[in-house]
């Protein structure tokens, strides 16, 4: 059994360095014993300062040219640069504000308690504020720098190990954390569903009633495989998991679920070999390549007869620097961390590239882990991710993907369902779905009960451009999904959700009653995009296309969709927007 994380990585001489501080998890401290918080202490100690003359009218006025000169030099330099988007960054507050037109609806009480801004709202417009300040993007880069040199620190994101390597820190705190499963944790998590075995297990009696078998896949995180990458102490030790762990295989495997764990095969092989990449958060492509032929091996053949084998073609690839590295938000000129070179594998078929086949009788849900190195825009190359790799070990047998990078709890799941109710059966003729996602995923994913209910196709209000046309539309912002903030996610892009009304089409030609979900680029390279500053009321012109001309390229990125259900199940567009 995998052995969980030793106290020796939290602690002793070593844990004390600033590269190797990991937080860890303990009883509740008495109360008679309870230290005194940091705003208690800090209340203590201005109670007790006495101050020198003339310290007081110093510290008033470096305060007040604080305040001040922040706030003067952001408007400064945004009088000076035009945005794409147009206006002020500083001013994009107001934009949560009701407009003129909602307040003059206002009929009663209940029509105020609708004009208050959302807390998310107010929260994005307070995120695109820090993104675009010029004193933070001065100053921020620089500080870090000086933290990691000198000082060997990393940041609210980044864990430093030893020799270069850097870790996510929700990676860390899943090992070192309260066990998932405890009740008490889990009743700390009530703003969403936080049982795995719970999802899991209903997520397999619904594909059971069509006859469709389910295989979960768990991803160890890295510093529970490469743990001796972090610390000194752990040489020998691994795997590390979650205290719950084995007990969320034990529940699974009482059910019925079939778990296929790759643990074990990771940490067999060459003794002190890496399996996952230095500055990312992900696999190597030989540690992915043997996940895929393990699981191969335990899949039941297929009745019919497979395709010709697949080819595979060698290729060296300098990868961009790490998401972890990026997260770090080094200066540009850093020299701390360089791109790291790896060896990948093109699946070809024939002289093409793979590509899943939607009649496949296997259907794979995936992560990020399922597409480092088969999503180009990840920086590691192409055709050469677990799909492709896993149809090779399969002897080229078809795959049906669902892929998306990010929230491994539910963004697959979301997909397959939404697909359904529009009517789009993705399970027909499946007689398998391998569902792979990060074991972080089990402590602080949302681990939604989903329906997966074939439905009917929805009235056609919303405007979908035919396939492989474009049309130019106008319309306002009746709902926008959220956007994270650049730097915060081992994803350097995003997609965003908009829910556009008053649509009118190029002709001039007005729709009243249309309306259309449109999905966007909001985040390139871990840089926003005009439509990541879009807000509610506001009035835009798109070029759109049907979603469907583009699904196959943008489909598995990260993505967050608008809060509203019956707008999620609508026919999507793809968007670019021109004014």
Same mark, same amino acid.
């Given at each position: 059994m995998a052995e969980e994380i030793p106290d020796p990585i939290v602690g002793g001489e070593e844990s004390r360095k600033p590269t190797h501080s990991l937080p860890r998890y303990s009883e509740p401290t008495p109360e008679t014993h309870r230290k005194l918080s940091r705003e208690a202490e800090a209340e203590l100690a201005l109670k007790h300062t006495v101050f020198t003359s003339g310290a007081k009218p110093l510290l008033i006025a470096l305060f007040l040219f604080t305040i001040i000169a922040v706030p003067a030099i952001q408007l400064t330099a945004e009088l000076r640069v035009t945005r794409p988007s147009g206006g002020l960054a500083t001013f994009d507050v107001y934009k949560v504000l009701p407009t003129w037109t909602k307040i003059r609806k206002v009929r009663n009480v209940a029509g105020l308690w609708h004009l208050l801004p959302r807390a998310a709202d107010l929260k994005s417009a307070e995120k695109s504020i820090e993104t675009e300040s010029v004193v933070s993007a001065w100053l921020l880069p620089r500080v870090q720098a000086v933290l990691t040199g000198e000082l060997g620190a990393g940041n609210e994101q980044v864990y430093l190990g030893r020799g270069?390597?850097?870790?996510?820190?929700?990676?860390?705190?899943?090992?070192?954390?309260?066990?998932?499963?405890?009740?008490?944790?889990?009743? @700390?998590?009530?703003?969403?569903? %936080?049982?795995?075995? +719970?999802?899991?297990?209903? =997520?397999?009696?619904? !594909?059971?009633?069509? /006859?469709?078998?389910?295989?979960?896949?768990?991803?160890?995180?890295?510093?529970?495989?490469?743990?001796?990458?972090?610390?000194? @102490?752990?040489?020998?030790?691994? %795997?590390?998991?979650? +205290?719950?762990?084995?007990? =969320?295989?034990?529940? !699974?495997?009482?059910? /019925?679920v079939r778990v296929f764990d790759p643990v074990p095969s990771l940490i067999q092989g060459e003794t002190g070999a890496p399996r996952y990449l230095q500055t990312d958060t992900h696999w190597r492509p030989e540690t992915m390549e043997l996940v895929a032929e393990n699981l191969a091996a335990v899949i039941p053949p297929s009745s019919s007869t497979p395709r010709a084998p697949l080819q595979v073609a060698q290729k060296e690839i300098n990868g961009s620097l790490g998401d972890l590295a990026r997260m770090l938000k080094l200066p540009p000129s850093q020299n701390f961390y360089r791109p790291e070179k790896v060896t990948i594998h093109e699946v070809l078929s024939g002289n093409a590239?793979?590509?899943?086949?939607?009649?496949?009788?296997?259907?794979?849900?995936?992560?990020?882990?399922?597409?480092?190195?088969?999503l180009e825009t990840a920086g590691w190359g192409e055709s050469a991710g677990f799909a492709e790799h896993l149809s090779r070990a399969l002897g080229g047998r078809p795959l049906d993907c669902i892929l998306r990078n990010g929230e491994g709890a539910n963004a697959t799941r979301e997909i397959l369902s939404r697909d359904l109710a529009r009517g789009r059966d993705r399970l027909a003729g499946k007689k398998l779905v391998v569902w792979?996602?990060?074991?972080?995923e089990l402590a602080i994913g949302d681990w939604k009960l989903l329906e997966m209910k074939l439905g009917e196709p929805p009235p056609a209000r919303f405007f979908v451009p035919k396939t492989n046309e474009e049309v130019v539309v106008s319309g306002t912002v009746e709902a926008i999904s959220t956007v994270p903030r650049a730097g915060t996610l081992p994803y350097k892009d995003h997609i965003l959700a908009l829910h556009l009304t008053d649509l009118t089409v190029d002709s001039g030609h007005e729709q009243e009653r249309l309306e259309s979900l449109v999905y966007l680029w909001s985040m390139r390279d871990n840089v926003l995009t005009p439509a990541a500053h879009l807000r509610q009321g506001d009035h835009v012109i798109l070029r759109l296309r049907a979603w469907t001309d583009v699904s196959d390229r943008y489909e598995k990125i990260n993505r967050s969709e608008v809060e509203d259900p019956t707008v999620q199940l609508q026919e999507p567009c793809w968007g670019e927007i021109l004014k």
């Open positions: 270069g390597w850097l870790f996510y820190r929700p990676d860390v705190e899943y090992i070192t954390g309260p066990p998932f499963l405890d009740v008490a944790q889990m009743r @700390r998590r009530d703003r969403v569903q %936080p049982d795995p075995v +719970k999802a899991i297990v209903d =997520f397999r009696d619904q !594909l059971a009633v069509r /006859g469709i078998e389910l295989i979960t896949v768990p991803l160890p995180v890295k510093p529970g495989i490469d743990a001796n990458k972090l610390s000194a @102490r752990a040489e020998g030790r691994a %795997p590390f998991h979650n +205290k719950s762990f084995a007990e =969320f295989k034990a529940r !699974l495997e009482k059910a /019925g590239l793979w590509h899943p086949t939607k009649d496949a009788d296997i259907l794979l849900l995936g992560d990020s882990f399922s597409n480092i190195f088969s792979e996602f990060v074991e972080r």
